[in-house]
């Protein structure tokens, strides 16, 4: 059975890091084709892909927020981190960790955290 | 603005057949699998259907999926009320991004 779990901070303050844990079990990011992806969802929003890490260490950047996101993988942990640089209130949102698929089929998030809140704010 | 598109709402009402359209470009339903998700109030989202067609296993076979060329829809029949939800189309782009289209509200009259 497979599930993942994300942690953080549930309020930080504008410009500070984010850093968040996905902690996940029933298949090892060392399996050739296994990734897990960041995604996020404002309040009344839609989705919105973040990153993607492979069992590779090949790593994968949302266009508009690579120059602020890094993913990471602790693989004798089954973790998988990622920090948020310079956060602002629009980046209120719920922040879901998900499983993805690989190739051509890395749009396929076929199981997710429960998510985790994390509102921006002084 | 999402990169695939999507109408902001559906409807119809129970036991009707309704379709959600999702359109993108060459560079990601054109090359890539298209997947759809639902997600109920409150709670993450649910693979619904995966590389194009394809249903996980739990998943109705009221839900069904297509893709031709640079478009795919989602196709639900005999609707029912806990069907009420938002779905979502997702893909891979050949730019090397996950691109999500802009969800659909569907109500069940």
Redesign the interface.
């Known amino acids: 059975q497979v599930t993942l779990r994300e942690s953080g901070p549930a309020l930080v303050k504008p410009t500070q890091t984010l850093t968040l844990t996905c902690a996940f079990s029933g298949f090892s990011l060392s399996t050739f084709g296994m990734c897990v ?1 960041w ?1 996020r969802q404002p309040p009344g929003k ?4 973040l990153a ?1 890490i492979d069992w590779d260490d090949d790593k ?4 508009s927020l690579k120059t602020r996101l890094t993913i990471s993988k602790d693989t004798s942990k089954n973790q998988v981190v990622l920090t948020m640089t310079n956060m602002d209130p629009v980046d209120t949102a719920t922040y ?1 960790c998900a499983r993805t ?1 690989s190739g ?12 985790t809140l994390v509102t921006v704010s002084s | 603005q999402s990169v695939l598109t999507q109408p902001p709402s559906a409807s119809g009402t129970p036991g009707q057949r309704v379709t959600i359209s999702c359109s993108g470009s060459s560079s990601n339903i054109g090359s890539n699998t298209v997947n759809w998700y639902q997600q109920l109030p409150g709670t993450a989202p649910k693979l619904l259907i995966y590389s194009n067609n394809q249903r996980p296993s739990g998943v109705p076979d009221r839900f069904s999926g297509s893709k031709s060329g640079t478009s795919a829809s989602l196709a639900i029949s005999g609707l029912q009320s806990e069907d009420e939800a938002d779905y979502y189309c997702a893909a891979w782009d050949d730019s090397l991004i996950g691109v999500f289209g802009g969800g659909t509200k569907l109500t069940v009259l």
């Open positions: 992806s995604i839609a989705l919105e892909w993607l994968y950047y949302s266009t879901y698929g051509s089929s890395r749009g396929q998030f076929d199981s997710w955290g429960q998510g």
